[in-house]
Structure formats: C-alpha cells, structure tokens
C-alpha cells in the first residue's frame, strides 16, 4: 500500500495526488457522487472541495471521517476504475 503524501484539488471531481514513492496521478471521483451512504455528500462540490490528506492514514480524507482507501486511489490513478 502507498501512502498519499500531497493532494491538490484540479477540477470538479478531479484530483492530483502524489504517493509516499514519488508517482503522480489525477482521480477523478465523480462516481462516487452517485455511490451515496456515506458518499452522499459528494453530490454537493463544495464538500468535495474539501479533501486533505490524514497523515496518519496515508489516505485522501475529508469532514465526518469520509476517506477512500489509498490503493484504491492508486489504481484509479493508473486507470484502473475496478477497484
């Protein structure tokens, strides 16, 4: 697993993120606008907007304990959407 170590909003639901190993890559998260539960907030940007990276998880976060897991982004980094 690859830790997040820098994060930077791009566009709409488009982020560029930097790994604990140097790669580069943008996510794009709009489906998970759609996943709803605990992802239901990311219908408003605003909210989306918000994301920072937990340190101490390695991980893209944001308000209320919302996080994706950092391979999860790591293979949507690559193209890789079926995780």
Do not use: H
């Not at 560029?16 to 219908?43: H, M, P, Q, W």
């Not at 980094?77 to 079926?82: T, V």
Request: charge should be negative; proline fraction near 5%; charged fraction near 25%.
């Amino acid at each position: 697993m690859l830790d997040i170590i820098e994060v930077k909003y791009v566009e709409d639901y488009k982020f560029a993120i930097v790994f604990e190993n140097g790669e580069k890559g943008v996510v794009d998260l709009c489906a998970y606008a759609s996943r709803g539960g605990i992802f239901s907030r990311f219908t408003d940007p605003a909210y989306v907007k918000q994301a920072y990276v937990n340190k101490d998880l390695g991980t893209l976060c944001w308000p209320d304990n919302v996080d994706i897991a950092p391979e999860t982004l790591y293979s949507l980094s690559k193209g890789n959407p079926g995780m």
